[in-house]
């Protein structure tokens, strides 16, 4: 029978778990096996640059953690597991997309998307919605044209009712 202290420490750590869960905006969790620790080490700097974080915890207490929460993540906590806790939706999934392009051993598993469970399709589609800067350099690129087509109009009509003068 496990002791009073390791049931406290294993309780504490579920706690843990679902404080960050309730916490993040996005959650990705990945198979990290044969990335080095030069890797990972590489993987946590880009993620604390966007305020999100890679933990390492037993599948069993992640699992104790989902169930408290009501998600399902039976399927995918089978072998070494890591877990990405995000506080803004999209940088964190961009960032551990684009790692695992050129690490073919980060294996994205499921995302969990503002509290539901989400596949590998839909996590790729949003680590291909561009930045936020690209968004509005975009947006403003649009509306330019507007302004451009306005100008050429008012130009056009000035000249139009200079020559009937």
Known sequence: MASEKNLATKKQTVDEIIANFKNSESVLIFQYQGLTVADLKELRGKLKEVESEVRIYKNTLLKRAADELKINLDAFLEGPNAICFGKTLLEPIKIVSEYAKTHDKLDI????????????????????????????????GGMMQYVKDLAISLNLYSEQKEGKE
């Open 109 to 140: 598993r499921v995302g969990i998307i503002s509290g539901s469970v989400a596949d590998l399709a839909t996590i790729k589609e949003y680590a291909e919605i561009p930045s936020r800067e690209g968004l509005l350099t975009m947006l403003a």
